[in-house]
């Protein structure tokens, strides 16, 4: 008896041996006494908490608890008092180490009296569980808010179709409003945006997804009273590990606008493939490369080539004018309304105006040209069937004019022609007249070869302010004969045109003449030159104080013997008009009567530009002596 006690006494004790080595292997062991003073710890305490046994016991063990654990130790102790078993987390902190967290378990020993005498605690380490739990829920928290951020509608369902997780976009898709949603069917909540058939289907595709192991994508449209919406949803099929089914996200997408677009942007292309297929005007494609992508039905009709025989290949014609076009329009540049020549398949000649536009792809980059021919070949006819109209009228109208102002001196010949060999007395009188009706009929004819003379002078760059300066030093002295003053306003800088020098001196001198002659003595006139902001143009003002000109004659200024003074032929404005017209510039002539008249002369300008120090508008006759080179005395 004695020795089956005393091998049950070493069996314990082995045991007791056993359990402690385990414990100091994988837990640590504490002993607190009822005021919560750790009065024994194992050598597992000693490893984590790096103190050795002397300095933890005899220490409170709320000393090794990490801050914000009150609560807990509170709930521990009060149930350890009560000789009630306490388990729970805790997370205990070596001093100057990172805390840890431990499932903790208080084991209490009371005495005969139910009086707390001491507590057993025992605490296993869940510091890597209980981090990949947090990092589980912070991975949980960020997806959550990713799904409720995005603008498509998530849910997650089991494989019976049940709704486990589902964004708020997606339950005011399907007008899902109560709480209740999670753990239900469609069928089972009956949204009002689906009816029985849809939600079938949606279950027979959603099944079709899984049983396939592959994402199936569908369009439907979900019933919101008058402004139903239009879904394009995806079904993702999710497995366990082993291969079972585990249930599906579906992914559904409003794409009602987006559809409304995509059926206006193709009823649009097909206005336009329409407007262009049956445009009168030929339409091209041409990439950078100069291979032709696209033609439309009017290239065969107006070039013979049919779009079989053009698409794919370079252009058939004049292949280097069109990559000239491509290259403005690669540079950013742009043609609009070209003239040149073009050949058709058989051979003939036609005319064409062309306009070159960029072709651009989504991201604004130039990937080709379109060509847009217009055939004007018979306008072209019509423009100089009219041009030699015009002519003929005016030929017509010279015609009677010269007939009309030749006619008169004629007559005066005639007549006079008669008287002397009549033997009259006033031969020498009449030998007078008839020498001036004789230099009438001159002028007459001096103007009209001036007129039809072919014009083969070189065109250089002159300055506006040498060529007036010019015009004013020879008309100066007619002009004081007169007592009219001219007074010049050149505003900076000096402007350079491209031009015959005697032509335009001709122009000025017939403006200005006529001023001089229309303007009574004491009154002046005021000559400005301006030049436009950007200096491509310059304008001569010329206005003077004359008896003006009435407004029913001011449409007829520049007909050929139409004149308002006693003596002119008319002509000379005609001629001036042609000589501006010749230079790329034009007339513009306002004038009222009593008041004066106003004759602006408008040229191109070139880039030439000559700034003149000094005061441009007082100093005139300086600034003209110092651009001849000469400096004169004589005011004007």
Not at 124 to 141: G, L, M, N, P, S
Not at 250 to 270: C, F, H, M, Y
Not at 314 to 340: C, K, N, S
């Amino acid at each position: 008896m004695f020795r089956k006690a005393e091998t049950e006494l070493r069996r314990a004790t082995q045991m007791l041996s056993d359990i402690q080595l385990a414990l100091n292997e994988s837990c640590i062991v504490a002993v607190l006494n009822p005021e919560g003073v750790i009065t024994y710890v194992n050598q597992m305490a000693v490893r984590v908490l790096a103190e050795p046994p002397d300095r933890i016991e005899g220490q409170p063990y709320t000393g090794f608890v990490a801050d914000g654990q009150e609560d807990v130790l509170k709930s521990a102790f009060d149930s350890l008092y009560r000789g009630e078993v306490w388990h729970g987390e805790l997370q205990i902190k070596p001093p100057g180490g990172t805390p840890l967290w431990f499932q903790a378990t208080g084991v209490p020993f009371l005495s005969d009296r139910g009086v707390l005498e001491q507590v057993i605690t025992v605490h296993t380490d869940i510091t890597f569980r209980k981090q990949a739990e947090i990092a589980r829920k912070v991975r949980e928290r960020q997806l959550r808010t990713l799904i409720d951020s995005l603008p498509e509608g998530i849910v997650f369902k089991d494989k019976d179709g049940r709704w486990l997780e589902a964004n708020e976009k997606i339950r005011d898709l399907y007008g899902i409003c109560t709480p209740d949603w999670r753990g239900k069917t469609l069928a089972e909540m009956r949204p009002k945006t689906l009816d029985a058939a849809q939600i079938a289907e949606r279950q027979e595709r959603e099944s079709h997804a899984r049983s396939q192991g592959q994402s199936l994508r569908y369009e439907t449209w979900l019933y919101h009273g008058n402004d139903d919406i239009c879904i394009d949803g995806t079904v993702i099929p999710l497995f366990n590990d082993d291969g079972t089914e585990n249930g599906a996200v579906v992914i559904d997408r409003d794409v009602t606008e987006l559809k409304a677009s995509q059926q206006s942007l193709l009823q649009t292309k097909q206005e336009l493939e329409s407007i262009i297929e049956n445009s009168a005007d030929c339409f091209g494609v041409v990439a950078l490369d100069g291979q032709i992508l696209q033609v439309n039905s009017s290239y065969e009709r107006l070039f013979g080539w049919t779009a079989e025989e053009v698409v794919g290949k370079p252009t058939p014609y004049h292949h280097e004018e069109v990559m000239r076009w491509l290259a403005i329009i690669r540079d950013g540049g742009q043609v609009t309304g070209e003239v040149t020549t073009r050949h058709r398949k058989d051979g003939s000649e036609i005319h064409i105006s062309a306009t070159v536009s960029p072709v651009r792809d989504a991201r604004g980059q130039i990937v080709a040209a379109s060509i847009i021919s217009r055939d004007i070949t018979d306008r072209l006819k019509e423009e100089e069937f009219l041009r030699r109209s015009d002519r003929l009228s005016l030929v017509g109208q010279m015609a009677a004019g010269i007939a009309h102002e030749i006619r008169n001196p004629l007559a005066s010949l005639k007549g006079f022609t008669q008287l002397i060999r009549e033997g009259s007395d006033r031969r020498i009188d009449h030998c007078d007249v008839m020498l001036r009706e004789l230099d009438r009929m001159n002028r007459i004819v001096d103007e009209l070869l001036l007129l039809a003379r072919p014009q083969k002078e070189s065109y250089d760059s002159k300055s506006v302010w040498m060529i007036l300066a010019d015009v004013v030093t020879l008309l100066r002295t007619q002009a004081n004969e007169k007592n009219v003053a001219i007074q010049c306003h050149f505003g900076n800088p000096d402007v350079h045109v491209n031009c015959v020098e005697n032509r335009l001196k001709q122009v000025f001198i017939n403006v200005l003449k006529n001023a001089i002659e229309a303007t009574p003595a004491g009154r002046g006139i005021r000559l400005d030159v301006t030049a436009s902001p950007s200096r491509d143009s310059v304008t001569i003002r010329c206005t003077d104080e004359g008896c003006g000109i009435p407004k029913e004659q001011l449409a007829k200024l520049g007909d050929p013997f139409f004149t308002t003074k006693p003596h002119g032929t008319g002509l000379g404005l005609m001629v001036t008009l042609q000589i501006v017209q010749s230079h790329g510039g034009h007339v513009n002539v306002h004038s009222e009567e009593h008041v004066g008249t106003t004759v602006d002369i408008i040229l191109p300008a070139i880039p030439i530009a000559k700034e003149i120090p000094g005061d441009v508008e007082v100093a005139v006759d300086d600034l003209f002596d110092r651009m001849r080179g000469a400096r004169s005395a004589e005011p004007w």
